[in-house]
């Protein structure tokens, strides 16, 4: 997936690299086009259980369950990831074909996207943790002050805050024609540029809000030693969601790191690293949902009763609408 790869046209190989390329030249492009292959086809699915996934947490969070501060957080969760799995598919056609006909708007979105993703959705962790944090540390207080209206306003400001930190991606995304073929790419005009925007990701987007969150979960992990409680279900999603998004973004992360010493690493591993990095991080979008699914009782419950009662109200309008046309045809027997 083309999220964030900058222009190559100052970069020299050395000559070691230019004669592996030379010599391996055939079996690279056979092997190439497989890979690309593979990473089409994790996209797709990606793209399609993110969609259905995260627009069956939508529904039952926002429609079926009672509106708690903590479905406030995952409802956002799931709107953020639904986001990025709808657009994915401009990014898929991009990466079998080679050439972005949509144009330079839809070019910075799709890239800004993926950011937008991933600074939403490590913000709502960081909530989520200091959320729990706070309600098993000052409980009274907790009682007194949460509400689902003051969960919204922080909501409100934590995407203020992501699409802030996506401007860079917006900014320096652009198109460019190379005859008959156009390509998205990012132009940064200068390294110390790059360099500020990749530490800026990694630093806001991912190293203090990780420390918040083990911050968080250490003291959740020694309270909860010290009470009686033996249950700790409410807790299994954060930490799968915590665990989740480290391992998902982690790859990403650190070829863009090398990325911005481009002189002293092969530029076809960067290349490759961080097409699997941004497979990873998409990949975050529709684990997401599968971890309520399988890890959250309550979801489960509210779920499958929520799909049994379609069904039977749609048997029932089929059975009103069969007894309906039998009584129909059969007046008109008699008539």
């Given at each position: ?27 690279f492009s056979i092997s190439q086009s497989s890979f690309t292959h593979v990473l089409v086809a994790l996209n797709i699915i990606i793209s399609v259980i993110g969609l259905v996934g995260n627009a069956i947490v939508i529904w039952i969070c926002g429609w079926k369950m009672k509106r708690t501060v903590i479905n406030t957080w ?29 144009g330079l708007v839809l070019c910075k979105l799709t890239s800004s996207a993926l950011f937008l993703n991933m600074y939403s959705c490590v913000f709502l962790l960081v909530l989520i943790s200091a959320d729990r944090c706070i309600m098993i540390s000052f409980p009274v207080w907790s009682h007194n002050h949460r509400s689902v ?187």
């Open positions: 997936m083309n999220v964030d790869y900058i222009e190559y046209e100052d970069y020299t190989p050395d000559n070691e690299t230019e004669y592996h390329n030379v010599t391996t030249g055939q079996t995952y409802i956002s969760l799931a709107i953020s990831d639904f986001m990025f799995c709808a657009i994915l598919p401009l990014e898929v056609f991009y990466m079998i074909t080679s050439h972005w006909p949509f209206r003051k969960a919204f306003g922080v909501v409100v400001l934590m995407w203020v805050l992501s699409a802030l930190l996506t401007l860079p991606s917006l900014l320096f995304r652009q198109t460019t024609v190379h005859g008959s073929v156009t390509q998205c790419h990012t132009s940064y005009m200068d390294h110390s540029k790059h360099k500020a925007v990749v530490l800026t990701r990694f630093i806001c987007g991912f190293l203090i809000p990780f420390l918040v969150i083990v911050f968080c979960s250490s003291v959740l992990c020694v309270k909860l030693r010290r009470l009686t409680m033996k249950s700790t279900k409410p807790y299994k999603v954060m930490a799968a969601l915590i665990l989740s998004f480290f391992f998902c973004w982690v790859p990403y992360h650190a070829f863009v790191l090398l990325e911005s010493d481009l002189k002293n690493h092969s530029l076809e591993v960067l290349q490759n690293g961080l097409k699997v990095g941004a497979t990873l991080a998409a990949a975050n979008s529709f684990i997401t949902p599968a971890l309520y699914v399988f890890i959250g009782n309550d979801f489960k419950q509210i779920l499958k009763r929520s799909l049994t009662s379609r069904i039977e109200e749609a048997m029932a309008e089929d059975f009103r609408t069969g007894v309906l046309n039998h009584s129909r045809s059969k007046a008109i027997d008699m008539i």
